[in-house]
C-alpha cells in the first residue's frame, strides 16, 4: 500500500514569512513528486513538481527532495494572505505503471 | 483548450437513486483519472484510463461503483445504487503522458441524501 504522509495542520504564518510544508512517502520506487495547491472549493493545481534529489526553486517557491529519507518538502518564501490554501503533495512513478497518489493535504493560513 | 469538463457541478439525489457524473478530458491527453475527495480520506484514486483503457480499478470502493471511457473524449463514472456515504466531491483529472502532471476538473459535489 503506497501511502503519502502529511501534517493536516493548520499551519498558520505571519505574512512575509516562510511557510515550510512537509511529506513522507512509503514507496521507495516513487521518483516524481507534487505540490499541488487547492483553494477551498476549488480543484487541484499544481504549482511545483521535482523529480531529482536536492532543491528546485521557482519563484517564491522551492521544493526540496530526499529520496533517501523519503522526504519532499515546499517552502513559500514571502508568504502572502493568498498562499492561504490547502497543500497536497503527491508521489508517483516516472516509468512502467504510473498511480499518482496524494496525501491528504496540509492547511496554510497565512495571517495579515 | 478549456480544460478538463466536468458535469453535473452539484447533484442532489436519494439513496438507491443511479447517479451519473460526466468527464470530458483535455484534448490529447492519454490518461484520465477519477478521484473523490472527502474531509476524512483525503483525495483517493478511484480508477485511471490509458487510451480510453482501464488500467487501474482497484480504488473503486465496491460494485455499486462503474466506470466507462467510450471514447478518447469522454468517460462517466456511475453509481449505482447511491448511498449516503458516496457524498463527497468527485474530480476526473487528465494528464499527457505518465508521470506528469494532472489537470483537474472542477469536481462534482455529490449528495446523497
Known amino acids: 500500500q503506497k501511502e503519502v504522509e502529511q501534517n493536516s495542520g493548520p499551519l498558520s504564518v505571519p505574512e512575509g514569512a516562510i511557510a515550510s510544508l512537509n511529506c513522507t512517502y512509503s514507496?521507495?520506487?516513487?521518483?516524481?513528486f507534487f505540490w499541488y495547491r487547492q483553494y477551498s472549493g476549488k480543484s487541484p493545481e499544481l504549482i511545483m513538481f521535482?523529480?531529482?534529489?536536492g532543491d528546485k526553486e521557482d519563484g517564491r517557491f522551492t521544493a526540496q527532495l530526499n529520496k533517501a529519507s523519503q522526504y519532499v518538502s515546499l517552502l513559500i518564501r514571502d508568504s502572502q494572505p493568498s498562499d492561504s490554501a490547502t497543500y497536497l503533495c503527491?508521489?508517483?512513478?516516472?516509468?512502467?505503471?504510473?498511480?499518482?497518489?496524494f496525501g491528504r493535504g496540509t492547511s496554510l493560513i497565512v495571517h495579515p | 483548450d478549456a480544460g478538463v469538463i466536468q458535469s453535473p457541478r452539484h447533484e442532489v439525489t436519494e439513496m438507491g437513486q443511479e447517479v451519473t457524473l460526466r468527464c470530458k478530458p483535455i484534448?490529447?491527453?492519454?490518461?484520465l483519472f477519477w478521484y473523490r475527495q472527502t474531509m476524512m480520506r483525503g483525495l483517493e484514486l478511484l480508477i485511471y484510463?490509458?487510451?480510453?483503457?482501464?488500467?487501474?480499478d482497484s480504488g473503486m470502493p465496491e460494485d455499486r461503483f462503474s466506470a466507462k471511457m467510450p471514447n478518447a473524449s469522454f468517460s462517466t463514472l456511475k453509481i449505482q445504487p447511491s448511498e449516503p456515504r458516496d457524498s463527497a466531491v468527485y474530480f476526473c483529472?487528465?494528464?499527457?503522458?505518465?508521470?506528469?502532471?494532472?489537470?483537474f476538473g472542477s469536481g462534482t459535489q455529490l449528495s446523497v441524501l
Open positions: 521535482i523529480y531529482s534529489n
Open positions: 484510463f490509458n487510451n480510453n483503457v482501464p488500467i487501474d
Open positions: 483529472a487528465s494528464s499527457p503522458r505518465q508521470g506528469e502532471k494532472l489537470f
Open positions: 484534448s490529447g491527453h492519454d490518461y
Open positions: 503527491a508521489a508517483g512513478l516516472s516509468g512502467g505503471s504510473y498511480i499518482p497518489t
Open positions: 514507496d521507495r520506487g516513487s521518483q516524481s
